[in-house]
């Protein structure tokens, strides 16, 4: 299914500062923190290492929202495909809205600048299926965004091994999200294929003509949002994160519970 969209002006806010570059409202709603900062940081990367002039943007799992800096947005064609019905109907920012599956939806070959694909993995039974289609969509040099929950965090064991109703209930009881789980609401449920692991992840795209050009762990941004909303289960967390830190090998922290990773096509296959 293809619709035609627009790019939703509605939703692009002025930061405070006037001079400064507008966001789109996924980051005006992430809470300042670690998270929020690794991708300012991606944004500086994308403005200093994509060409000039229109691009062609795929937002693989797009949903409804985008992380991607709204300079790059308001200068490219973008292109979404999700499998959730109405995340593509409530999708506003996208030129054309593809209803399918980013495992099996193959592109003509090297007709795209940046593919982002941004919680998103962790939903997929078949990983290396969606990042082979990913790098084959890619022209040479393009880059692929890809934001995740980690495996090997706190929050990321706890979410691999609840059950989605918890999910559902954590989003609605402790974010104060009232729609979770609502048809076309977050959250969606997780499958957590071994690829979404970093380590395992950045292997099999240096094996498969990708190399990583940023990499960062980040703190959950549900740390921050908790300390805020519900200081008291925040404090308990915190205290569980910090013995867990302590008997951890030397260097570990738990509460990484999220990584971005830049990956790039290399020019020669
Ligand atoms: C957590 S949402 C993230 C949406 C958006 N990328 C963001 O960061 O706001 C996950 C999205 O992945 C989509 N999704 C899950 N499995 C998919 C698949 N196999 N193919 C395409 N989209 C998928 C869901 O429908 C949902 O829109």
Redesign the pocket.
């Known amino acids: 299914m293809n619709k035609p969209a627009t790019i939703d002006f509605a939703t692009a806010i002025e930061t405070s500062a006037p001079a400064g570059p507008a966001h789109t409202q996924?980051l005006l709603d992430l809470v300042p923190g670690e998270a929020r900062d690794s991708l300012l940081a991606i944004h500086e990367v994308l403005r200093r290492e994509l060409p000039q002039g229109r691009l062609a943007t795929y937002?693989?799992?797009?949903?409804?929202?985008?992380?991607l800096p709204m300079d790059v947005l308001n200068r490219s064609h973008v292109t979404v495909?999700?499998?959730?019905e109405d995340?593509v109907r409530n999708n506003t920012y996208a030129q054309e809205a593809i209803l399918?599956?980013?495992?099996t939806y193959r592109f003509e070959p090297n007709g795209f600048d940046v593919v982002i694909?941004?919680?998103?993995i962790e939903?997929?039974p078949d990983v290396q299926a969606a990042l082979l289609n990913f790098r084959d969509a890619l022209k040479p040099g393009g880059m692929i965004l890809i934001?995740a929950p980690n495996p090997r965090s706190l929050s990321g064991v706890v979410t691999k091994y609840s059950p989605h109703w918890f999910h559902v209930w954590f989003y609605r009881h402790i974010r104060g999200i009232k729609t979770a789980g609502l048809p076309g609401e977050?959250?969606?449920p997780t499958f957590f294929h071994p690829l979404v692991t970093l380590s395992k992840l950045e292997t099999f795209a240096a094996a498969n003509g990708l190399e990583t050009i940023y990499r960062r762990e980040v703190e959950s941004p549900r740390y921050p949002e908790m300390r805020e909303r519900k200081p008291l289960l925040s404090a308990l967390v915190d205290a569980g994160a910090a013995v867990m830190n302590a008997v951890l090998p030397r260097g570990t922290d738990v509460r990484r519970g999220d990584y971005h990773i830049i990956l790039r096509k290399r020019l020669e296959p």
């Not at 937002?59 to 992380?67: L, T």
């Not at 495909?81 to 959730?84: A, C, E, F």
């Not at 399918?100 to 495992?103: A, E, N, S, T």
């Open positions: 996924a937002e693989a799992g797009g949903g409804s929202s985008s992380f495909v999700d499998i959730d995340q399918g599956d980013v495992q694909c941004y919680n998103v939903h997929l934001g977050a959250p969606f």
